[in-house]
């Protein structure tokens, strides 16, 4: 298996189902991080007997200190693979170079569409038929690395922005692990700010 660190600042729910699947997907999820000391995906990551560190970004006096710190903290897990899962923190590009190619983030939202917060509200707002969450390798630019997997999430008039993150929270939980498998079996790569899976490039909008 290839040693996987998981990056979070809450609940944990898409930490929850890589714990689920790991054996089936061939991981060893050998840290999870917060910089949330009250995360409940630290207790997730307890329970699950997985080792944890808190990088308190309150503690720290700019972006630089506190990402060489979580840096520090990462790389004490020898990841092969960083998740951020619901992780809240925008990274420095120090930090992300440091994993290129290596680090992957999920976002409830069809990317390009709606980077940044307030996703499932901007996309009601918007009128979308459509909504949902993205997988996607981590670069320097914002939510803006190259598309590995989307899920689409059909928005009914009656939604609101609960239940449209509840639908797309259910969708998450089966495009990240099938994401990260990828990544395991070594069928997922990032080159040249493009992902490839099995050598063949992923269309911009992802893989559906
Ligand atoms: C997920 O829906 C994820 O897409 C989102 O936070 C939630 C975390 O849920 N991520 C972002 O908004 C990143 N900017 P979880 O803690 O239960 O996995």
Redesign the pocket.
Known sequence: PINVVVV????????QALIDQAAAININITGVISNIASAY?LTRAAQANIPTQVVDHTQFSDRTTFDTALMAAIDSYQPDLVV?????RILTPTFTKHYTGRML????SLLPKYR??H?HKRALEAGDKEHG?TVHFVTEEL?GGPNVIQAIVPVAGSDTEASL?EK??QK?HKIYPQAVAWFAEGNLKMEHNKAFLLGEMLPPTGKR
């Open positions: 979070i600042s809450g609940s944990g729910s898409n930490l995906g951020l899962a619901g992780f809240m983030n999920i976002h409830p940044g917060l996703t969450a939510d993150m797309v929270q998450e």
